[in-house]
């Protein structure tokens, strides 16, 4: 007879038509439909939640904290004058006349060369590049976390497909040892899917053990679980990243290598003021007695070091050479980071074309319709799973596409040091990366 939906000849016998409808729901079990087990947008909230916790609290912020405190240090130590010291003489003849004297005075540090309002000013830069630091710190905090929780929403895709493919072959199984009892199929085809079912079970039990480790590492960033049946094409969505120059120019890594440069530039001034003497003033009260008379006074004297040999000559090549590499790092970043942008955008492109283009409807039709030509015995049992394997392989690709558009999302905003989502921004890197 000819069966209605797709036009091919069928055996009548009533065992293959149990075949064929019990191994055409199994052909539909694994459609890709029901990867899609959350509503539309679920993956944003997840993973946005994910963010905000990580940058809101915990460790990580913790350290991001203290390494603001840093810098709040540096100004406070900048701004602290040097202490005065209290200097005390007491001069006795113990022959001849009698001569005594006694000095007290205060001796302070007078500074003349500058430098210390040069460290004040280094300081502030000092304090800038800490900012940032942190900035940068957090933000790379928050993108290992949506790393980690895209690794544990497509390893538990990965299982979920795998599952229902090897229930789909564990019925086939079933069929075709009832039909091998029954003497309608030989011994090979049970023997060959038999083994298939095996092969498969052991791949399902690796990809669970990946989920599940997935999943464990995925509670190092967060303190309670989040829902990963999510589809993960929508992993780590954001907005349009903009002007690529804008977007360099404000990144927390420009700006602590900016700041870099500038802390190298104050400190090689500082060094270079070396040659100029910082002054000592003692002034104080001087008692001077001869026999009964006794005299009083004033008692001053100044100091001035003699920079002959150490006149910061070494302290300028250390600051000078920091310098040259600051301002490296910082042709750098701005070179690569341009580049890279360009490219992480134009591949993302690329990708997000192509993420729709499956023809998945076409591989079920081929696997439905070598299930009834295999049903009607004019196809062999390899024919039937190289369907499967084609079903299979699609809805894995599917899930390899997601895992390459999710890594390339993220590496878009670690070059733009940004999350393309205003309250993200606001929550990491302390304002709004959209705003002037």
């Not at 029901?34 to 912020?61: F, I, N, Y």
């Amino acid at each position: 007879m000819t069966d209605p939906t797709s036009g091919c000849i069928v055996s009548e016998k009533p065992i293959a038509r149990r075949l064929l409808g019990m191994i055409s729901a199994a052909a539909l079990v694994i459609t890709p439909g029901s990867l899609a087990l959350a509503e539309a947008g679920a993956s944003a909230r997840t993973e946005r939640g994910l963010v905000l916790e990580v940058c809101r609290g915990g460790p990580d912020a913790a350290v991001a904290a203290a390494q603001r405190a840093q810098g709040q240090a540096a100004i406070v130590e900048a701004a602290v004058l040097p202490n005065p010291s209290l200097w005390a003489e007491r001069q006795q003849s113990l022959t001849g006349l009698d001569e005594r004297q006694t000095i007290v005075a205060l001796n302070v540090p007078v500074g003349i060369s500058g430098r210390y309002f040069l460290r004040r000013d280094a300081a502030d830069a000092k304090d800038r590049q800490e900012q940032a630091d942190a900035e940068v710190q957090l933000f790379e905090a928050a993108l290992l976390a949506r790393a980690a929780y895209a690794d544990a929403v497509l390893a538990r895709a990965k299982v979920a497909v795998l599952t229902k493919q090897q229930a789909a072959l564990e019925r086939l199984t079933e069929v075709i040892a009832g039909l091998t009892k029954g003497g309608e199929l030989s011994r090979y085809d049970l023997l060959r899917q038999e083994l298939e079912a095996d092969l498969h079970r052991r791949r399902l039990l690796l990809a669970e053990a990946q989920a599940e480790a997935a999943e464990l590492r995925l509670a190092r960033w967060t303190s309670a679980p989040l829902p990963l049946a999510i589809d993960p094409l929508e992993l780590a969505q954001g907005a349009d990243s903009g002007d690529a120059a804008v977007l360099i120019a404000q990144h927390p890594q420009r700006r602590s290598l900016e700041a870099a440069v500038e802390l190298g530039a104050l400190e090689l001034r500082a060094a270079e003021r070396r040659w100029i003497p910082d002054l000592e003033v003692l002034a104080g009260y001087r008692e001077v007695g001869a026999g009964q008379e006794t005299g009083h006074g004033l008692s001053a004297s100044l100091t001035v070091p003699l920079t002959f040999f150490d006149h910061g000559q070494g302290e300028a090549a250390q600051a000078h050479a920091q310098l040259l590499l600051a301002q490296a790092k910082a042709g750098r970043f701005q070179r690569q980071s341009s580049a890279e942008l360009r490219a992480a955008a134009a591949q993302l492109d690329r990708l997000e074309a192509h993420r729709e283009q499956f023809n998945e409807g076409g591989v079920l039709r081929l696997q439905d319709e070598a299930t009834q030509l295999y049903a009607a015995g004019e196809a062999n049992i390899t024919e039937l799973l190289e369907a499967y394997h084609s079903a299979e392989a699609l809805l894995l690709s599917r899930l390899e596409l997601a895992a390459e558009i999710a890594q390339v999302r993220l590496a878009r905003m670690r070059l733009a040091g940004s999350f393309f989502d205003p309250e993200l921004d606001q929550a990491c890197l302390g304002h709004d990366r959209g705003s002037p």
